[in-house]
């Protein structure tokens, strides 16, 4: 029996990617209109470029950016930058459709819930926050709290732990099959695939369950 549902947070229940391209144009096109003389189409690859390199959770890719421009950083271009960054992110931070219902099904249910993310803890409980889902996960175990990203075993036990229960009696749900499945699975749990946050194409998850809607999840925690 499924006691506890552990969810991935970005692509699983909000649309990370579409959020960040968007908040990263609207940033993009700020510098250039505060003084940033490079096409948008360079400034893109630039950035690109230092999120391959720092991870896609780095904070400071705008200094970055103009710092390697300018040699220094002038901050009308940055403080341009980063506030319609922000502006862009939070009109466009929005979960998937059917997670709000379906998280509080869970929970008139009986279920535990809990987040498991490779993001750094400020930016995911801001994100929990900023979308009212806070008041849905008293755990969220993040990068900050273990030091190690998934598949690591290490965030998975840190989960079942805080949520009390075995491994056999928690259901991973995520987007990632390399980090959240392989993981999940290293340890014990029952997973499924988020196939509506999938951004990769792809094809063999190798999940218990796959979920086409979030919605989905209500046929197997029963």
């Known amino acids: 029996m499924i006691k506890a549902v552990v969810f991935d947070l970005d692509n699983?229940?909000?649309d990370f990617m579409s959020m960040k391209r968007r908040a990263i144009d609207a940033a993009i096109d700020a510098?250039?209109?505060?003084?940033?003389?490079?096409?948008?189409?360079?400034?893109r690859e630039r950035i690109d470029a230092?999120?391959?390199?720092?991870?896609?959770?780095y904070q400071q890719v705008f200094d970055d950016l103009i710092y390697n421009i300018f040699q220094k950083i002038d901050h009308r271009v940055l403080a341009s930058?980063?506030?319609a960054y922000r502006r862009a992110r939070e009109a466009a931070l929005k979960p998937y459709p059917h997670v709000t219902a379906t998280?509080?099904?869970l929970i008139r249910r009986?279920?535990?819930?809990a987040v498991l993310t490779d993001a750094p803890s400020r930016e995911a409980w801001l994100r929990l926050?900023?979308?009212?889902?806070?008041?849905?996960?008293?755990?969220a175990v993040t990068f900050d709290d273990t030091g190690e990203r998934k598949p690591s075993q290490k965030p998975f036990k840190m989960a079942l732990e805080r949520l009390a229960v075995r491994p056999e009696e928690a259901l991973m749900v995520g987007d990632w099959p390399e980090r959240d499945v392989v993981g999940a699975k290293s340890v014990g749990m029952k997973t499924a695939f988020a196939r509506y946050g999938d951004t990769f194409g792809t094809k063999d998850h190798g999940a218990d369950h796959e979920l086409k809607d979030i919605s989905d999840l209500l046929h197997i925690v029963l």
């Open 50 to 57: 230092i999120y391959k390199e720092r991870g896609i959770e």
């Open 31 to 43: 510098m250039v209109d505060a003084g940033l003389e490079l096409q948008p189409a360079e400034i």
């Open 110 to 113: 009986g279920s535990k819930l």
């Open 81 to 83: 930058g980063i506030i």
């Open 12 to 14: 699983t229940l909000v």
């Open 129 to 139: 926050c900023y979308i009212n889902f806070h008041h849905f996960f008293s755990v």
């Open 103 to 105: 998280l509080m099904e």
